[in-house]
Antibody, heavy 118, light 111 residues
Framework: QVQLVQSGADIKKPGASLRVSCEAS????????IHWVRQAPGHGLEWMGR????????RLAQTFQGRVTMTRDTSSNTAYMELNWLTSDDTAVYFC???????????WGTGSTVTVSS | QSALTQPPSASGSPGQSVTISCTGT?????????VSWYQQRPGYAPKLMIF???KRPSGVPDRFSGSKSGNTASLTVSGLQAEDEADYYC???????????FGGGTKVTVL
């Protein structure tokens, strides 16, 4: 079955970078976008951007441009999201999700909890 | 672009219907019928319930339906069941720098 398995929980210090992985299985990895969405504690969902695993091309939400890098490794069917210059506001659960099309996501990852604290 | 506007809460008794609105601007919807809805239960990842305004993925009960008029999209849950208690989020494809916008979410309570 289609699955997206993400990396585990992490704790980071302010100013550091985080890297979350998202390993896909059960479908052709290069055939679907991977979106990244985050959710701060007690808050709603926030779209961060997407990557086309076939080309490596990315589109990022304006909020994250200059601070987020999305990459992929087609040999391991894994997408990565790196966020730099962390602050406490980046404490959140980070989700990857498969794009059934550019405009919606049909399968979601397990979520990766990241806590930013000194 | 700001998040789409949803009411923070909605409620209904079992068997009743509840409708959640999702309001944006012309730019937020980008002229496309690319509105989707996600259900999120506490501690779980979101689940796709509706895509392209009114289409249901396989496995989603037909109690869930979507519509759109002008700059407002709506999700209706008919025949409310206890398992429908969750947060619901709308998204739209804006077609510009912020390609996908989320609504702030609506907590649905089954009384």
């Amino acid at each position: 079955q289609v699955q997206l398995v993400q990396s585990g929980a992490d704790i980071k210090k302010p100013g550091a970078s985080l890297r979350v992985s998202c390993e896909a299985s059960g479908y052709t990895f290069t055939g679907h976008f991977i979106h990244w969405v985050r959710q701060a504690p007690g808050h709603g969902l926030e779209w961060m951007g997407r990557i086309n695993p076939h080309t490596g091309g990315t589109r990022l939400a304006q909020t994250f441009q200059g601070r987020v890098t999305m990459t992929r490794d087609t040999s391991s069917n894994t997408a990565y999201m790196e966020l730099n210059w962390l602050t406490s506001d980046d404490t959140a659960v980070y989700f990857c999700a498969r794009g059934a099309a550019t405009h919606y996501m049909d399968v979601w990852g397990t979520g990766s909890t990241v806590t930013v604290s000194s | 672009q700001s998040a789409l506007t949803q009411p923070p809460s909605a409620s209904g008794s079992p068997g009743q219907s509840v409708t959640i609105s999702c309001t944006g601007t012309n730019g937020d919807f980008g002229g496309y019928n690319y509105v989707s809805w996600y259900q999120q239960r506490p501690g779980y990842a979101p689940k796709l319930m509706i895509f392209e305004v009114n289409k249901r993925p396989s496995g989603v009960p037909d109690r869930f339906s979507g519509s759109k008029s002008g700059n407002t999209a709506s999700l209706t849950v008919s025949g409310l069941q206890a398992e429908d208690e969750a947060d619901y989020y709308c998204t739209s494809y804006a077609g510009s720098n912020n390609l996908l916008l989320f609504g702030g979410g609506t907590k649905v309570t089954v009384l």
